[in-house]
Antibody, heavy 122, light 107 residues
Framework: QVQLQESGPGLVKPSQTLSLTCTVS??????????WNWIRQPAGKGLEWIGR???????NYNPSLKSRVSISVDKSKNQFSLNLSSVTAADTAMYYC??????????????WGQGTLVTVSS | DIQMTQSPTSLSASVGDRVTITCRAS??????LNWYQQKPGKVPKLLIY???SLQSGVPSRFSGSGSGTDFTLTISDLQLEDFATYYC?????????FGQGTKVEIK
């Protein structure tokens, strides 16, 4: 059973960089045709896809955040990380990591971490 | 970028009702459309993938249909545990996008 767990600071100051790590257990991020994603959700609002890393090596980002976001991978630790720079209060949200698997001809988000709340405030 | 629009944004229903939620894409996503259920304080759960295929373990009262730009999620015989917020999501092209959600509340 794959499990994902987010970790990182719960409070980030405005203009600083938000850094979160997702640790994957029960499966290797190196194996299979999986996409490893970051998604966020402001309190009381909907879900926003931030970006993804493909186990084959490519990354894709949401253009709305593209200039500020990067996703990196540490295969030795079975982790992937999110960096979001120049944060503002608008970046306050619950941040989830999630795995997308092949389902028929498409991909769907089938395993999610529990989420970590990040507040941007001085 | 593809935009996803759900309607209604909320609805009130009773146990045993049949509920239909609509999701519209700003351009065709073929059948690359997934549905998720999120209960308060919980993580989203995959219900349906490729528009109409039921994820393993999801009750058969949930069903999905549609292709192209128009999709529906139907819950027949609504149960207490179905009161939640439902999101559609397109996986046709990046950036992946979610609908704004439909909250199903108890009448």
């Amino acid at each position: 059973q794959v499990q994902l767990q987010e970790s990182g600071p719960g409070l980030v100051k405005p203009s600083q960089t938000l850094s979160l790590t997702c640790t994957v257990s029960g499966g290797s991020i190196r194996s299979g045709s999986y996409y490893w994603n970051w998604i966020r959700q402001p309190a009381g609002k909907g879900l926003e896809w931030i970006g993804r890393f493909y186990s084959g090596g490519s990354t894709n980002y949401n253009p709305s955040l593209k200039s500020r976001v990067s996703i990196s991978v540490d295969k030795s630790k079975n982790q992937f990380s999110l960096n979001l720079s120049s944060v503002t209060a608008a970046d306050t949200a619950m941040y989830y990591c999630a795995r997308a698997s092949n389902y028929g001809n498409t991909k769907a988000l089938d395993y999610w971490g529990q989420g970590t709340l990040v507040t941007v405030s001085s | 970028d593809i935009q996803m629009t759900q309607s209604p944004t909320s609805l009130s229903a009773s146990v045993g009702d049949r509920v239909t939620i609509t999701c519209r894409a700003s351009q065709s996503v073929s059948s690359y459309l997934n549905w998720y259920q999120q209960k308060p304080g919980k993580v989203p759960k995959l219900l349906i993938y490729t528009a109409s295929s039921l994820q393993s373990g999801v009750p058969s009262r949930f069903s999905g249909s549609g292709s192209g730009t128009d999709f529906t999620l139907t819950i027949s015989d609504l149960q207490l545990e179905d009161f939640a917020t439902y999101y559609c999501q397109q996986s046709y092209s990046t950036p992946w996008a979610f609908g704004q959600g439909t909250k199903v509340e108890i009448k």
